[in-house]
């Protein structure tokens, strides 16, 4: 059972570019929506995460805009870098009586092109 | 890697044989987590751990075991290992609840 769903699988943008990539969860008992960003051959790295009281946050280039009613969402980079060229994850959690436990999508690949 | 290592880094085993992997953390935390990659599935919790001695199941458990016996060590067992269990595993720490998740390089899996 897929919790959250991740779109789209792939994006290719070009430098200076701004993609989004989307995240709709399905269970409003989710209280914690963290991005990570992992490159090849290395682990995920945390990004930048939000908390449902607020609909914004933003880091660097990173920003995350969060729609509690349609229980969506996304992560913008702003001036898109061929650095940033990565897969992304989107992930939810909730706490619970042993802890709490990430659910994350399935992933967008980003390629940013000099 | 924040003081995670895993081991071994690289694995090719049969069908049918018992296969230990091994997380190692030199940061004290209380929460350690077990996932598997694999393409178009993201990350998919195995078990995880809230202390020493402590764990519980993630949504892919099945044909898996823990064992965390001291803070600093995390190990997966797969009893019997299987073609599908070919996967790219990784261990993840964190210091408390909803905190940053800091993840090990990865244990590339094959099972033939």
């Known amino acids: 059972q897929q919790q959250v769903k991740q779109s789209p699988q792939s994006l290719i943008v070009q430098k200076g570019g701004i993609p989004i990539i989307n995240c709709a969860y399905e269970n409003t008992a989710f209280d914690y929506f963290p991005w990570y960003q992992q490159f090849p051959g290395k682990g995920p790295a945390l990004l930048i995460a939000i908390r449902p009281d607020v609909s914004e946050k933003k880091e660097g280039r990173f920003t995350i805009s969060f729609n509690k009613s349609a229980k969506q969402f996304s992560l913008h980079i702003m001036d898109s870098q061929p650095g940033d060229s990565a897969t992304y994850f989107c992930?939810?959690?909730?706490?619970?009586?042993?802890?709490?436990?990430?659910?994350f999508g399935e992933g967008t690949q980003l390629t940013v092109n000099p | 890697d924040a003081g995670i290592t895993q081991s071994p880094r690289h694995k090719v085993t049969e069908t049918g044989t018992p296969v230990t992997l091994r997380c190692h953390q030199t940061e004290n935390h209380r929460y350690m987590y077990w996932y598997r990659q694999d393409p178009g599935h993201g990350l998919r919790l195995i078990h995880y751990?809230?202390?020493?001695?402590?764990?519980d199941k993630g949504e892919v458990s099945d044909g898996y075991s823990v064992s965390r016996s001291k803070t600093e060590d995390f190990l997966l067992t797969l009893e019997s290992a299987t073609s599908s269990q070919t996967s790219v595993y990784f261990c993840a720490i964190s210091p408390r609840e909803q905190e940053t998740q800091y993840f090990g390089p990865g244990t590339r899996l094959l099972v033939l």
């Open positions: 992930a939810a959690s909730i706490k619970g009586t042993s802890g709490s436990r990430l659910t």
């Open positions: 751990s809230y202390g020493v001695k402590d764990t």
